[in-house]
């Protein structure tokens, strides 16, 4: 390819991005892991949650107690759709099994809570270092692994061209483009709140109407978390019961390589 035609070709894949940023664009906070060990009532990754006294300490269905993943303080969290109060915790195995053992809690902020919280055993978990967390309010774009991806990229291309093609492989002959060189340009979180989810196989969606990414976690983060084989965790919640503040009904799971 000569100098002329790579710039074109740099020129469409660079137009086709930003007309993909507009279309797929979703606010959210990118949860950045500060090298501090957090105190029960802060933001963070790990460590000792918050459980008010009279609370049973989240354990598994054969009784076997529960790491703590995550925790957040919804008053710290403006975005639509999400409740306004409640400290969100998500509690998983603590070994990486296939099978992830997972509860979500939302205790309400300001009671008494215990102190003398059971130890866990992390040696196995996806991550072994405690660590509190900043958010930042930022925008998140859909993954290219999204189930609603291939419809609307080519939404998309078939807009900017006033075409109509009836496939991405169609649009890339017409075009002279290898859509993966736009794939690679798409800006990607590590951890979010409410952004957009991202895999390493498929999007297992739909899940009886849970279709907003609560939370999503990937190895990429660093070199101490790993989830499988290089993974990506993530949850899902329907938007009625994130509005509602019901976490009852979330899935989570995770693949990897």
Partial sequence: MDKEKKNDNNDIIQKILDLYKKETSKECYEIILEEEEPDILDDKICGKPYIPIGEEYPKDNKGNNLALLLQVNLKNIDLKNFPKNGILEIFTSPEMIS??????????????????LPEI???????????????????????NIDYRYPKTILK??????????????????????NIFDFEKKIPKLDISLGGYPDFTQDDPRPLNGRE??????????????????????????????????????????WDCL
Avoid: P, W
């Fill in 212 to 253: 907003e990414c609560l939370f999503k976690l990937d190895s990429n983060a660093r070199k101490d978390i790993r989830i499988g084989d290089g993974g990506i965790l993530y949850s899902f919640i329907s938007k009625k019961d994130l509005k509602k503040g019901n976490f009852n009904d979330v899935y989570l799971s």
């Fill in 156 to 177: 998309i291309l078939n807009e900017m061209t006033g075409s109509k093609f009836k496939n991405i492989e169609e649009a890339e002959k017409d075009l002279k483009i």
């Fill in 99 to 116: 099978d992830l053992k997972y509860k979500v809690k939302c205790y309400e902020e300001g009671k008494e809570y215990q102190e003398d």
């Fill in 121 to 143: 055993d992390k040696s196995k978990y996806l991550c072994k270092v405690n660590n509190k967390i900043r958010l930042r309010k930022t925008v998140d774009y859909m993954s």
